[in-house]
């Protein structure tokens, strides 16, 4: 009986992860723009975390160069990609981007980068269960 009160926990842990992962991707709304073609749905989510993943590491490196131009260039080329791939929470992020970097703001826009590779990496947790 003990084991089953350990693994409790775990089991509701799981689900909060599962329905976080769920929630950053728009499954309903890609499949709608694709007509209802399941093997499209993967291979531009594939093809969506390939780019965001060299996108954030080109807006890291801006960021370390103080370079808001290029910062608020890649935020809106994330938030359009994120957008078109259905992850919506990604996109928000990008869109809060934007506006740190044309405030040039630098505290928040280094938030928002530490936000940005954790949504990135559920969407790839996401991907995988797929």
Known sequence: MQDDKLMAPNLLENTQ???AVSAVFDREGLL???MG???MVFSIMDMFLKTAAERIS???TRFEKND???I???AHAIKGSALNAGFSAIAEVGVRLEQAAKEQDVAHISNLLIEL???YNLA???HRQQ
Do not use: G, I, S, Y
């Open 68 to 70: 808001m131009p290029a």
């Open 117 to 119: 590779e954790r949504q």
């Open 32 to 34: 709608r723009r694709l």
């Open 72 to 74: 608020w260039n890649e």
């Open 17 to 19: 992860t599962d329905q």
């Open 124 to 126: 790839q947790r996401f």
């Open 58 to 60: 080109e807006l890291n």
């Open 37 to 39: 073609d399941e093997e």
